[in-house]
Structure formats: structure tokens, C-alpha cells
């Protein structure tokens, strides 16, 4: 993570009618470093925006600081993205528009935006690559992307119904194969590392048993 250096001097400083002790600026400094906004710092320690904006301004922090917000968002994105959350989700859970989530994915992860600037020959690649059964790993090796584009392409798209659909298929094609050679559901579930509760439930909804010949 980018620090923020403190190159503040050991007296107190007196601005705008605040003044602001050598612990409470460690403090603000510590948070800043961490990812903290303006301001929750303002909220959390009860001192104006004005003032911490003022102090940052006065170090030539600004840039530095918005530097390292972002960076923090950026990871905060990431582990969204991992999730399943798709742009908008992910815009309304931290509380900023779209257009900086994107932003800031294109800025510090542009791999991220390889399928939008490609949609043409990409979308008809992805939808192929779904209805085959394929995983998400498997699609961003053939793309030669991440695997947290793959996913967020298949939320734009409205893919996601159909990719778990064949995914589960795909689950069900092994549990017909097993349950031919005699597997019992106990034994299928430890198998494939599962609930019995899972694999029962999907030899229901594929209509297994009376597919066993």
C-alpha cells in the first residue's frame, strides 16, 4: 500500500479555530494511511473536515492521500468482484457512483476492462463458453483475462442463471455416472466433497434415478 509520509513538525498548530495536538494529527495521519475518507476521520474524532483538509492541504498531501483511498477502494473492489457483486452493487455498497468504481478498476486494474472495449466477439465467446459448461477459470484462461472480468462480464450480461444452471448439470452428469456404478448418495457427497442434501436435490431437479439404465 502507498504511505503517506508525516513530515508534520512537533508543535501544535493553531488554523481556523481548531487546534489540533501532536496525538490527534498521528491520529488522522494513521487513518489516512489506512483508507479512511475525510470524512469518517471527522466523524470518528469529532473534528471539522475543514480542519483535516486544511492540515492536508498545508502538508501537500492531497494527491497523496486520494492516491491511497483509492488504492484501498481498489482492493475493497477486487474482493467484491470475487463475491459474485457486480459494478453497480459494488458502487452502492461503498457508497460512490459507478463511474468511480470503473474508474478506479481502469486506472489500477485495466485487465478488468479487456472484455468491454472487445464486447463484439467476446460476448458471443462468453455466452458459447457458458452454455458449454465451462467455469470461470476456465473462460479467463481461454480469454486471457482475470477471472474477476470474466465474472463481472456474466453479471453485465445477464449470464449468471445460465452459468449455474450448467454448472449444476455439469455436477449431474458425474452423479448419474456414479450412481450407475452403484454409488450410494452418502458416498457420492463425500466424493465430490458435497451435502447429501445437495446431491439429492439435484438428482430431483435432473430426474437421475429414472435416467439410470
Not at 4 to 16: D, G, H, T
Not at 20 to 49: H, Q
Request: a positive charge.
Amino acid at each position: 500500500m502507498f504511505f503517506v509520509q508525516n513530515n508534520i513538525n512537533s508543535n501544535n498548530i493553531s488554523f481556523k479555530g481548531a487546534r489540533l495536538t501532536n496525538e490527534m494529527r498521528t491520529m488522522i495521519f494513521d487513518r489516512i494511511n489506512s483508507g479512511y475518507a475525510v470524512s469518517e476521520i471527522s466523524k470518528e474524532m469529532n473534528i471539522p473536515k475543514s480542519t483535516i483538509r486544511f492540515q492536508l492541504k498545508k502538508e501537500n498531501m492531497t494527491d497523496s492521500v486520494k492516491l491511497t483511498q483509492q488504492q484501498v477502494r481498489h482492493k475493497k473492489i477486487l474482493e467484491l468482484l470475487n463475491k459474485g457483486e457486480d459494478m453497480k452493487d459494488i458502487a452502492k455498497i461503498l457508497g460512490v457512483s459507478a463511474a468511480t468504481v470503473r474508474r478506479i478498476v481502469a486506472e489500477f486494474s485495466p485487465e478488468l476492462n479487456v472484455l468491454e472495449s472487445k464486447k463484439t466477439g467476446l460476448a458471443d465467446r462468453v455466452k458459447n463458453f457458458v452454455k458449454e459448461g465451462y467455469t470461470i477459470e476456465q473462460m479467463a484462461k481461454e480469454l486471457g483475462c482475470s477471472n474477476y472480468t470474466v465474472n463481472d462480464y456474466i453479471q453485465q450480461n445477464k449470464l449468471r442463471a445460465e452459468y449455474k444452471l450448467q454448472q449444476r448439470k455439469k455436477e449431474a452428469d458425474v452423479i448419474l455416472s456414479m450412481l450407475r456404478n452403484g454409488a450410494t448418495i452418502k458416498k457420492i457427497a463425500q466424493e465430490l466433497g458435497s451435502s447429501a442434501t445437495r446431491i439429492s436435490r439435484l438428482i430431483q431437479q435432473f430426474d437421475l434415478f429414472n435416467l439410470i439404465v
